[in-house]
């Protein structure tokens, strides 16, 4: 009765945790579009900023050198310059997914500076749409089998050794 009960709760608790998933999606797809938008317009900016001296972007990222807060500036507009192109590339395909696919790609390869303000600003609810009851659904199934399996183990050996008793 007792390995039932922990059964029970530990599918109730993978449950909660696993409908979560769509709405923590949401939430990141809307952290990575507001990112994309900022590193756009300073993107933007630098780019006028080059053409204004007669440079393009390349060459004007390549002459950002001579001093150490020169060098980090070049450093730090490559790296706003790669994420800019990598959220452009990976957004429109992350907002035309549906929940799986969109749970599968945020595991896959996710971004460190979206992900970490959808942690901060995400609240957990109790699942309201399809997908949150299914996630629910298979988090349940899921947790209550490994719950299951983790109460299991530790009577293996002794199970083992009473069955092969009573052969004897």
Do not use: H
């Not at 449950?15 to 939430?27: E, K, M, S, V, Y």
């Not at 579009?33 to 007669?54: I, S, T």
């Not at 298979?138 to 069955?163: D, K, N, Q, V, Y």
């Amino acid at each position: 009765m007792i390995l039932r009960a922990l059964t029970l709760a530990g599918g109730i608790v993978s449950a909660g945790i696993a409908a979560q998933g769509p709405g923590f999606t949401r939430a990141y797809v809307f952290q990575l579009e507001a990112a994309e938008q900022r590193l756009a317009k300073v993107v933007a900016d630098f780019d006028a900023a080059a053409q204004a001296a007669g440079l393009v972007r390349e060459d004007a990222v390549a002459r950002l050198r001579g001093s150490a807060l020169l060098e980090r500036r070049g450093l730090d507009m490559r790296r706003n310059i790669e994420r800019q192109g990598w959220l452009e590339a990976t957004l429109p395909r992350l907002q035309s997914a549906g929940p799986f696919l969109r749970c599968y790609l945020l595991w896959r390869s996710p971004d460190a500076g979206a992900l970490r303000a959808a942690l901060r600003g995400f609240a957990p609810t109790a699942p309201r749409s399809r997908a949150e009851w299914l996630f629910a659904g298979l988090g349940f199934i899921a947790g209550a089998s490994l719950t299951r399996l983790l109460l299991w183990l530790p009577t293996w050996p002794a199970r083992f050794r009473r069955r092969r008793a009573l052969r004897s």
